[in-house]
């Protein structure tokens, strides 16, 4: 990895000029931050129109008769379609312009989705609509997701990049979250009201989509840091170096772990809450109380995911604070489970709080895997080591799906939740390095221009 290094200190020399010397102006600051929230409230965008269905199961199946499959296949439509969209996603965002490029489709399918989703509810009634709007939303998941770690590194400081991760990172579970929340209370039991959402929704997914349209460039006009300096001069990503790279990041041990462990955790875990109302309906618990129970769950793990982002940003233990969130996790979903099976006394307060407890933790996690991925991936392309990264949530979401659950009911789902953070945990513990290689090349000073060269000429001939 020493070669990658001298490589980027190449690059950034030569490409940068006196960029690590320069210092952005007041204008480039609040820029920097309304980037942060037009990208965060079309993540927001993604997670809400992701999330419709499952909170309000039984009244879409009271008002139009559907099954606990169809929801479920309607759920799934977001992972199927963010794998297969991954190696589009890619190439497109490592261009020059990507960023902006990407986010602007991501949030015209989306507000296209939405559009579908009043045609079906106001006019024609076609179950394939919905589907076909499970698959726009999917599509545009990649984005919404993967170029958080890209955005925090080309508009974000070294000191600020974790936690800026933890902001962008979140939007699509905040999303997910206020879909919890609002669901049910917009309709009711027999499914009337569900016009209103549908409206509310598409307006919402409007107004992001017009900020994303009127300003939201791809790069800073001055580079926070050198490893954000030479990506913004980097050639674009085309296929060949696309399949060179990830052949290249998927012989790294440490990152090849964290994307797994991530896609489990995360995944399998938002396949559980977006079965939630399902998974409690035999308890009793009404789909507001199973709305309210996966809300708190993920808006904790956000404010925990920034607070984290915080303070990683000034100590630097992303390894280690990442497997205590898991062990939390692990722990706390295991005494929901004890709960669930009758082992201990079943009250409503404990119950919900274990299952708040070990989603926060969880969610809380997220952009410190991002940046333990971009770090033990760099000099890769952020943009490639996020979308590896990401595609591995719908993996693990898919899985945790493809269960019939009218045939083995919902048990298995709370043992899974419980197991898979305590198993990553152990892995993390024992196969991953806390590898800071970007964070080296920003900090670290300048090398000796000919060792540059010839580094540059040895990473080509590997190419």
């Not at 296929?239 to 440490?254: E, G, K």
């Not at 129970?293 to 993920?298: D, K, N, R, T, V």
Request: glycine share 8%; aromatic share 12%; charged share 10%.
């Amino acid at each position: 990895m020493g070669h990658f290094l001298s490589v980027y200190f190449f690059f950034a020399s030569h490409h940068m000029g006196d960029t690590k010397h320069d210092s952005p102006s007041c204008v480039d600051v609040c820029k920097r931050w309304y980037i942060l929230c037009v990208f965060s409230c079309f993540a927001f965008c993604h997670g809400l129109a992701w999330g419709v269905y499952g909170p309000i199961s039984e009244s879409i199946e009271n008002r139009f008769g559907w099954s606990d499959s169809t929801i479920a296949q309607l759920t799934n439509w977001g992972p199927i379609m963010s794998i297969a969209t991954t190696p589009f996603w890619v190439v497109i965002l490592d261009q020059h312009n990507g960023l902006r490029t990407s986010v602007l489709i991501g949030a015209f399918a989306i507000m296209l989705a939405c559009a579908l989703r009043c045609v079906h509810i106001f006019w024609w009634p076609e179950i394939w609509l919905c589907h076909l709007s499970q698959v726009l939303v999917g599509t545009a998941g990649r984005p919404a997701t993967a170029a958080a770690g890209k955005l925090s590194n080309d508009w974000f400081p070294p000191h600020q990049r974790t936690t800026a991760t933890a902001i962008t990172s979140m939007g699509t579970w905040l999303g997910f979250a206020t879909s919890f929340l609002i669901g049910p209370y917009m309709v009711d039991a027999q499914g009337n009201g569900m016009e209103l959402l549908m409206i509310v929704e598409f307006v919402v997914v409007c107004a992001s989509a017009l900020a994303v349209l009127l300003y939201f460039p791809s790069y800073p006009s001055v580079a926070p840091s050198i490893s954000a300096g030479h990506r913004k001069n980097a050639d674009p990503v085309t296929l060949r170096t696309l399949a060179v790279n990830c052949w290249q990041l998927l012989h790294i041990r440490s990152f090849v772990v964290l994307i797994v462990v991530f896609g489990m955790c995360t995944g399998m875990y938002d396949a559980w809450a977006a079965l939630l109302n399902i998974n409690l309906k035999p308890l009793g618990y009404s789909e507001i109380t199973c709305g309210w129970l996966g809300f708190l769950a993920i808006l904790f793990g956000a404010i925990g995911g920034v607070g984290m982002g915080m303070i990683t940003d000034y100590l630097r233990h992303h390894r280690v604070v990442l497997i205590a969130l898991l062990v939390i996790s692990a722990s706390a979903c295991a005494l929901f489970t004890l709960q669930i099976n009758g082992v201990l006394p079943n009250r409503r307060i404990t119950l919900f709080a274990s299952a708040i407890l070990g989603g926060s933790a969880v969610n809380a996690g997220i952009p410190l895997f991002f940046e333990l991925c971009i770090e033990a991936a760099y000099p890769a392309p952020q943009g490639i080591a996020g979308i590896l990264l990401t595609v591995m949530n719908p993996v693990g979401t898919m899985l945790f799906l493809l269960v019939p659950i009218d045939s083995l009911g919902t048990a298995w789902m709370n043992w899974t939740v419980t197991a898979v953070p305590a198993i990553g945990a152990f892995l993390i513990l024992f196969a991953v390095q806390n590898i800071m290689n970007r964070y080296e090349v920003d900090m670290s000073p300048w090398m000796d221009p000919q060792e540059l060269l010839a580094a540059e000429s040895d990473y080509r001939d590997a190419l």
